[in-house]
Each structure stands twice: as C-alpha cells, then as structure tokens.
Nanobody
Framework: QVQLVESGGGLVQAGGSLRLSCAAS????????MGWFRQAPGKDREFVAA????????YYKDSVKGRFTISRDNAKNTVYLQMNSLKPEDTAVYYC????????????????WGQGTQVTVSS
C-alpha cells in the first residue's frame, strides 16, 4: 500500500521560503509521477507541480513558475517542494499525491494522497 507523508509546512512572512517534503513508502516508485496540490479555504484543490520519478521531468502551475521548485531524492524516496518568494495567496493546505503512467494536473487522476500540511503566508 502506498503511503505518503508530508511535512515542512508552517507560518512564514510574505517573501519568505519553505521547503515541503513528501516521504513515500509501500512500493518501488520508478514509473510514478508525484504531484503537489493545494487547497485554500473555500476553494477547490488545485494543481501546483508534478515530477517524474524516473527522469525528473517537472511541470508547474503558471503562477508558481520561477518561485517553486519540485525535486526528488530517489535514495530517500522523498519528493520536495521548495517554495520561495511566498505570497499570501499561497496560503493553503498542501498535499502530496502519486499516480502512474504520466503526469497530470487533474486531482481525480491521482489515487494516492497524503494527509496534507498547512502553509500560511502572512502579509
């Protein structure tokens, strides 16, 4: 059974940085795509970034390009989301998700999810 555990959330001032981690376990993840999604209060969950576990190809939501970087450490089975130049509108619960075959921006195409970690950016 795939298990995903996020960590690294917290409270930060606008312009600051945070690094989220997603520790994956339960199987070999070669061939998997790992995604980060977020859900702000009163809003739908939205795609943020995704990465191929095999070759590191990365995909980003337009509004985070140049500020966020997704990466993975195959030896540690961990995916990271480095978030720089944070804005109050980045405030949300951030979720790690996993799927096979190809990257996707659609949350319903990811069968495996973590419990989420809160990111709060103060102005």
């Amino acid at each position: 059974q795939v298990q995903l555990v996020e960590s690294g959330g917290g409270l930060v001032q606008a312009g600051g940085s945070l690094r989220l981690s997603c520790a994956a376990s339960g199987r070999t993840f070669s061939g998997y795509f790992m995604g980060w999604f977020r859900q702000a209060p009163g809003k739908d969950r939205e795609f943020v970034a995704a990465i191929s576990w095999s070759d590191g190809s990365a995909y980003y939501k337009d509004s985070v390009k140049g500020r966020f970087t997704i990466s993975r450490d195959n030896a540690k089975n961990t995916v990271y989301l480095q978030m720089n130049s944070l804005k109050p509108e980045d405030t949300a619960v951030y979720y790690c998700a996993a799927r096979t075959y190809r990257a996707s921006v659609k949350e319903y195409e990811y069968p495996y999810w973590g419990q989420g970690t809160q990111v709060t950016v103060s102005s």
